[in-house]
């Protein structure tokens, strides 16, 4: 086996090897040497050798050494330069790369081979002193992070210590014997910290830095990055080394990040940033602000430091028609690393760019029109998840006031919270429930649990492809980068605004990570429009998609809201919830302590007219589509009074003896009431109450059809049903009622009787029950409870325990259990249908609006998915994406 595969050096080898193996980066840089472009020619040790590293306690496959060596003379010969030579050095920058981009997560080292002498050589050979012996202090500086574990803020103190000193705002400024002094400096501090000298010898060099590379692999932010993506430990990163291009050898010579199209925004147009005369992660890590690419960027941003497009026009239009080639050749938007070198663009890395959920849904559209993608692809390329981000506040447009602070618009979203300073602050607030927005001047990779735990991210320094913006788009958090006008003194723990305004930590602060706008306290704010976009791929998802998507909903309200979002219908209308509603408790109360069956329909009757009320509203508001109504489903107890004060109100109210009352409360009290005295078990000791509710349905049916002139076809949905028998008893009372108000009505009702599947008896009789249901609608959120026997409302309290040791990956109440409740779903459609094979099957679980779940519900042909009101466009997009 090879371990080592060159490119750019002649013949590219590396193609021969799967992406997978190379990583991103240096499948990446094969291609775009492949295809022609300018990249410093290289090698990648693929990433089984990382394998190997960590199951031979760090150490390294035979012959790797060889292989490296014969790739180290094929990048010398394509250079004309040797590795730790005299005259003309080789310098080497030695880059980390896994299967999936991890940005900033794990650890390179550039300028590798400088030592005492070469970088005299590189001088000469350049003409640049000053060059050189620049790049040779950022060497030290990172190789001694990187490699010997000494942080970076040791030398960061010596460098702005000397810089002060000389009355300098930019490293730029330094002199050539003033780098050298520093340098000596820096050797001086590894000497006290470490007790040896900087190594001299470039092998060393090189060894020390690729086992850091690999060893980056476990370092704390990249085993948090892998946790949070789901990314194998098993993967290993590849480790890719590079001939040295330089983007500091003075002002014609410059480093940036560039996007095809906008990755906030989605708009066509090259963007991004760079800085003269800089180096490496000069951009990202946000030392100096950097500059526009384009000029229409340049003057959108209102930024006076010229654009590439006037410095260096040849380099730039070079670098469009590069953007505009691997566009096309990957079908993506593509987030390109670059180095221009004495005016020489060079290409260090392209991958698909990370970009907010708008943006990708605005991507994904334009490349369907411009024929660069297919619609399906179009379809696929939107996370459905991040439908409801669309669904995004933003500042209402009539509020004005003055902003205390303005940056870049990194990651789109208005939101307010408390101002923390740091990841740690922010992970405990948002523990105890507290919503913050992260304040920093920069964020580092290592704030990258901060982050997920705030709502907002906020930095005075960095650009638009800082981590920070990078990080945050990814994770579609909310964020403003670069608000140059405010300071963070963490001192004092102080966000200094304009106008002297200052702001404390636990303030309200608002963010708008659409504008860039900073604002004092909460604002109000506002749902957006649907955009065009965003309705035309529901379009295109509907036609592709075979699931129809129904909503949860109890109220007209909810009903409403989800014809808006595109719900076929209601696929769980609860009704507990309309005896709650302003008196019509007092009268549930009155029918629930009624002492004998006279009383309680006494009651009933006065409730009826209200319930007729309610569906007569919703049905007309789903004007013709199916409605799925469930019978009362909790434990009557639940609407009677909880404490002493309380039973006074009620039996004052109800004009009863407290002690009557209570005596009544007293014997409805359960031991354990979600196995209780609930569901159609309630229809079978109290078979009036549900007769009433099938009687306010079909009688609503009735006025509903004479008023639209359409048919209602209502459908009656008993809950908690195990046995056949239990279903028979409750639908021949139904039935009872539908002839009933046939005849009182004069006109012929269609309706369909069916019951919940939540009981694991219910799946595995299926093929009974279903004689006796039209339908059948997998209740997931109790099945899940009945199949664990685990409580949701109490699960949360050990759960969490279970995640973090590993013994349960996902919570499954948010994400279905494929193998325990799927199973039991998949046994209850094949039976079912085994019965009746035009049996309607639809899943009314929180399930129903999780795209995995979805795209389980898939595989068992499901009519149907329904879910809350606002997850209906991610249930229409995902039922596509699983269809296709
Ligand atoms: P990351 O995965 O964090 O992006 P990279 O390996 O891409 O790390 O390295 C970071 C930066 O270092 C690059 O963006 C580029 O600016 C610089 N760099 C890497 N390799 C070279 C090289 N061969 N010549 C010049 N600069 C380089
Ligand atoms: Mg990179
Ligand atoms: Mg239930």
Known sequence: TNWVYSFGCGETQSLDIDRDRLGGKGASLAEMARMGLPVPPGLTIISDVCQHFYVHAKGFPDGLKQEIEAG???????????????????????????????????????????????????????????????????????????????????????????????????????????????????EKLLDEELGESFPQDPCEQLWGAISAVFSSWTSARATAYRALHDIPFDWGTAVNIQAMVFGNLG???????????????????????????????????????PQSITE?????????????????????????????????????????????????????????????????????????????????EAIIRVDPATLDQMLHPTISPDFKANPVGSGLPASPGAVTGEIVFSAEEAI?????????????????????????????????????????????????????????????????????????????????????????????????????????????LMGWADAARRMKVRTNADTPGDARTAREFGAEGIGLCRTEHMFFEGDRIKTMRRMILAEDEAGRRAALDQLLPMQRADFE??????????????????????????????????????????????????????????????GCRLAISFPEIAEMQARAIFEAAVAAARLTGEAVVPEIMVPLVSLRSELEYVKGRIDGIAGTVMRESGMTLTYRVGTMIELPRAALRAHEIAEE??????????????????????????LGAYQKKGILERDPFMSLDF????????????????????????????????????????TLALDYVSCSPFRVPTARLAAAQASI
């Open 72 to 186: 180290l003379r094929a990048i010398e010969a394509a250079t004309g330069r040797q590795f730790g030579g005299a005259e003309t050095p080789l310098l080497l920058s030695v880059r980390s790369g896994s299967r999936v981009s991890m940005p900033g997560m794990m650890d390179t080292v550039l300028n590798l081979g400088l030592n005492d002498e070469t970088v005299k050589a590189l001088a000469a050979d350049t003409g640049d002193e000053r060059f050189a012996w620049d790049s040779y202090r950022r060497f030290i500086q990172m190789y001694a992070d990187v490699v010997l574990g000494l942080d970076q803020e040791f030398f960061e103190e010596i460098l702005e210590d000397r810089m002060s000193e000389l009355g300098y705002a930019y490293e730029t400024q330094l002199s050539a014997d003033e780098l050298k002094d520093i340098v000596s400096e820096y």
């Open 251 to 289: 002002n014609d010579s410059a480093t940036g990040v560039a996007f095809t199209r906008n990755p906030s925004t989605g708009e066509k147009a090259l963007y991004g940033e760079f800085l003269l005369n800089a180096q490496g992660e000069d951009v990202v890590a946000g030392i100096r602000t």
């Open 296 to 376: 229409a960027g340049r003057i959108a941003s209102g930024a006076e430091k010229p654009s590439l497009e006037k410095l260096m026009p040849r380099a730039f239009s070079e670098l469009v028609t590069v953007a505009a080639r691997l566009e096309r050749h990957y079908g993506d938007l593509q987030d390109m690393e670059f180095t221009i070198e004495r005016g020489t663009l060079w290409m260090l890395q392209t991958r698909n760019g990370k970009r907010a959920a708008g943006a990708a849904m605005k991507i994904a559209m334009d490349m369907a029109d411009e024929g660069l993608i297919s619609r399906d």
């Open 428 to 536: 405990s607030a948002h523990a105890e429930g507290r919503k913050v927005i992260l304040v920093r001047t920069e964020t580092s990779p290592e704030d990258i649990h901060g982050m997920t735990a705030a709502e907002g991210v906020l930095t005075t320094r960095g650009g638009m492809t800082s981590h920070a913006a990078v990080v945050a788009r990814g994770m579609g958090v909310p964020c403003v980068t670069g608000a140059g006008n405010m300071r963070v003194d963490r001192f004092d723990n102080i966000l200094h605004g304009v106008g002297g305004v200052l702001m404390h930590a636990g303030d309200l602060v608002t963010i708008d990570g659409s504008t860039g706008r900073v604002l004092k306290g909460a604002v109000p704010t506002q749902k957006p429009a649907l955009s065009d976009d965003f309705q035309r």
């Open 617 to 678: 509203e919703i049905f007309a508001i789903m004007h013709g589509l199916p409605v799925t109504i469930r019978l009362l489903d909790p434990p009557l107890h639940e609407f009677l009074p909880k404490n002493e004060e309380e039973r006074e109100e009620v039996a004052r109210a109800l004009d009863m003896e407290t002690s009557l009352l209570k005596q009544r409360v007293e014997a409805l009290y359960e031991f354990n009431p979600m196995l209780g005295h609930r």
């Open 773 to 798: 249901a039209a339908f059948f609608s997998l209740g997931t959120n109790d099945l899940t409870q009945t199949t664990f026997g685990l409580s949701r409302d109490d699960a949360p309290g050990f």
């Open 819 to 858: 193998d325990g409740v799927g199973e039991l779903m998949k046994l209850a459609t094949e039976r079912g249908r085994m019965a009746k094979p035009d049996l309607q099957i639809g899943i009314c679980g929180e399930h129903g609006g999780d795209p995995i779940s979805i795209r389980f519900c898939e």
